[in-house]
């Protein structure tokens, strides 16, 4: 998992742009998505309304040609006379969906009806009827005139009379749906299609044959809703592709701006986030262990003789083909507060790849490893150096910590001093750079005070800093410490140190730092034997 995260994130520094782009993409894709999804909710939302209303329409059609067919049943034997044609007309009065009354002989012939009055002679439909599940009798797509109008008319049908449906009624049934289906006692019978391929409708009729409710599908990148309600013998059917959806749908183009929109906001909100993301100080947590630890060691010399009598660990951070200097680890290292473990790592590295490469030494070898002040936690750090210096087996290494001037203070003092108790030496590196005073430095007692290369460096034109450099030797005999010269850059430089009483450097003129193997190599071809460290 945390080689995952690395990675994502050690991408994320590399492009940030491309993940930038990615997210305001990702986001406009989602929600131009939940866009056409809600717009296809909608819709066949407005579809189920459309169903229920014509279902609704259909029960009341049902029940008022029942309603009225009974009444006549119950008036008995009808006729055609002129007061029997008042009353039937008489009927449709209170009648909302039906508008024609026809009478029927015993061959089932039509011999009046309200519309056409007495017939002189019957008409025999040949029209089929269709009888639903309930019983219910019907012709459908018969054609009549009806109000100057040519209309397929449907009728209900209950022997000797018929009722003829209003064309209004049902054509507002049919233009609900794709498909109106009757239930009959033999399956679906088809009473209306509306746009619906003829080769489609079987597969149709065999999904709707096959519920007993109503019914909503999502099929590829459309739906398909059917709808039926409990005592009715009609089966509405609609499908609905994605073209079909969103043409015409004025919702949409406005959900798609905003949708861009959003995704630009979405944008603009998190680049700020994507490059702190891609940060060194969000991977410098997953870089803060051995493995990833580059180490070189720099020589630190004996002026009188050159010859190596220790050296200070410089650490770098590998991470695959980039190696982080100081100047952008030590940042992200502090911002991310894994200094605590940046130096337990260092230090149990170097001693262990010293003391697996370095010879025998005479005397002592001294290491000399910088710790932030967050580090000097005797009860933590005395334990680690001493179990990583015994697990050497070598008693002819010691361990120097090197604290700057600046981060001096009267809280470090007395765990520095617990340090030295236990036998560390204590290096003050930096020093004059800082504000601290002789009482400070005398209470912290070291063991080394580290010039800074800055007092060097100015060394040979004898200018106010360099000629302070006496004065930094004489403070460190005052401490009872030896001083170190760091910055030697000209080996001009190492006469003047030693003639100003400094007595141990380091620098690009003495031996820049190297890896361990050439680090290995260039002390044992200057000599082992050296004063200590």
Not at 56 to 84: I, Y
Not at 179 to 196: E, K, P, Q, S, Y
Not at 273 to 281: A, E, I, P, Q, T
Not at 337 to 359: N, S, T, Y
Request: with cysteine; net charge neutral; proline share 5%.
């Amino acid at each position: 998992m945390h080689k995952v995260r690395h990675w994502l994130l050690l991408k994320i520094a590399r492009m940030p742009r491309v993940f930038i782009c990615g997210i305001g993409i990702f986001v406009s894709l989602v929600l131009m998505l939940a866009s056409v999804a809600a717009v296809a909710w909608l819709d066949q939302s407005r579809t189920a309304q459309r169903h229920d209303a014509a279902l609704q329409l259909m029960q009341k059609v049902t029940a008022e040609g029942s309603g009225l067919l009974d009444r006549l049943a119950r008036k008995g034997r009808l006729n055609c006379s002129d007061q029997g044609l008042v009353d039937l007309n008489a009927e449709l009065l209170g009648s909302r969906y039906l508008r024609e009354i026809g009478v029927l002989d015993e061959n089932r012939q039509l011999i009046c009806s309200t519309a056409l009055g007495r017939l002189s002679v019957p008409i025999k439909d040949d029209y089929p009827v269709h009888v639903s599940r309930s019983g219910l009798e019907l012709l459908t797509n018969v054609p009549l005139t009806m109000a100057g109008r040519k209309v397929a008319a449907t009728i209900i049908q209950r022997p000797p009379v018929n009722v003829v449906v209003s064309p209004y009624a049902t054509d507002d049934l049919y233009a609900s749906a794709d498909a109106v289906w009757l239930r009959t006692t033999d399956g679906l019978f088809l009473l209306n299609a509306n746009g619906i391929e003829a080769r489609a409708l079987p597969a149709m009729q065999a999904r709707a044959g096959r519920l007993e409710g109503s019914s909503l599908s999502w099929q590829g990148l459309g739906y398909e809703r059917v709808s039926m309600a409990p005592g009715q013998d009609v089966v509405l059917q609609t499908r609905r592709n994605l073209p079909a959806i969103v043409q015409g749908n004025a919702l949409l183009p406005v959900l798609l701006a905003g949708s861009l929109l959003i995704a630009g906001l979405v944008i603009g909100t998190v680049t700020p986030f994507v490059y702190r993301l891609g940060s060194l100080r969000n991977r410098i947590g997953l870089l803060c262990d051995e493995a990833h630890l580059a180490l070189v060691y720099q020589p630190v010399f004996d002026l009188a003789t050159l010859r190596p009598v220790g050296c200070e660990v410089l650490a770098r951070l590998r991470e695959g083909e980039t190696t982080w200097a100081p100047g952008r680890m030590i940042p992200a290292i502090r911002g991310a507060g894994l200094q605590r473990r940046f130096d337990h790592a260092v230090a149990r590295k170097a001693i262990r790849e010293l003391a697996a490469h370095l010879p025998a030494w005479e005397g002592r070898f001294g290491i000399a490893l910088n710790c932030f002040p967050e580090s000097i936690e005797p009860d933590v750090l005395i334990p680690l150096l001493e179990q990583a210096l015994r697990a050497t087996g070598r008693d002819d290494l010691e361990v120097c910590i090197e604290i700057t001037e600046h981060s001096l203070s009267s809280e470090l003092i007395p765990e520095v001093q617990r340090l030295k108790a236990r036998g560390f030496l204590i290096a003050v590196d930096d020093f004059g750079t800082g504000y601290s005073n002789l009482r400070s430095v005398t209470q912290l007692s070291p063991d080394l005070l580290k010039i800074d290369g800055s007092f060097v460096y100015e060394l040979e034109d004898a200018t106010v800093r360099s000629n302070l450099i006496p004065e930094i030797v004489n403070i460190a005999h005052a401490v009872e410490a030896q001083t170190v010269a760091e910055g030697i850059e000209k080996m001009e430089q190492v006469q003047l140190l030693l003639a100003a009483g400094v007595r141990y450097g380091q620098g690009y003129a003495l031996a820049r730092p190297v890896g361990i193997e050439a680090f290995v190599a260039l002390v044992a071809g200057a000599g082992r034997a050296g004063p200590r460290a």
